[in-house]
C-alpha cells in the first residue's frame, strides 16, 4: 500500500509502500516515553520504497536493552515522531502511523508487543466515557 507521511507542521514530508498487514502496536517504556502516550503503532517499509520528499528529520540514537542502535527521527521544528531507521536487526523503516495520510485505511493492527509494559487500564478503555468532538 502507497503512503504519504508528514510531521505535524508539514515541513518532513515522505512516501513510502507499506505491508499494511504488518500494522503493530509496542508497549515497550521507549515507545510510550518517546510518543508521550501509552503505545505506539508502527508499519513497516523497505527501504527502496521509502522516500524523503520534503525537509531533514533530526535523528535521535537510543541503544535498545538488545545493544541495537536504533535512530528515531523527528521534526526538529514541531518535534513530531516520524519513523525509525532500519537497524542491523530490522532492514525496514518503521513508519509512525499518526503521521500518515492513510491511517484511516489501515486495518486493525496483527499483533501488539512488549504487552507486560501494557498500561492497565487499556484491556478497560470501552469503559471510558467518549466526548466526541467535531469540526
Given at each position: 500500500m502507497k503512503v504519504d507521511g508528514r510531521c505535524h507542521c508539514?515541513?518532513?514530508a515522505?512516501?513510502?509502500v507499506v505491508d499494511a498487514t504488518e500494522v503493530q502496536i509496542c508497549h515497550c517504556l521507549d515507545c510510550q516515553t518517546l510518543t508521550g502516550s501509552a503505545f505506539r503503532v508502527t508499519v513497516p517499509a523497505a527501504p527502496?520504497?521509502?522516500e524523503l520528499i520534503q525537509g531533514q528529520p533530526r535523528i535521535y540514537y537510543k541503544i535498545a536493552d538488545s545493544g541495537s542502535r536504533r535512530g528515531h527521527a523527528f521534526c526538529p521544528d514541531c518535534g513530531a515522531p516520524?519513523?525509525?531507521m532500519p537497524t542491523d536487526n530490522n532492514p525496514n523503516y518503521s513508519?509512525?502511523?499518526?503521521?500518515?495520510d492513510q491511517r484511516a485505511?489501515?486495518?486493525?493492527p496483527r499483533r501488539q508487543i512488549w504487552t507486560k509494559r501494557r498500561s492497565p487500564w487499556i484491556d478497560r478503555i470501552q469503559e471510558i466515557p467518549e466526548i466526541s468532538f467535531q469540526r
Open positions: 508539514g515541513k518532513i515522505y512516501t513510502a527502496e520504497t521509502f516520524i519513523f525509525r513508519l509512525r502511523v499518526g503521521g500518515l485505511d489501515l486495518p486493525i
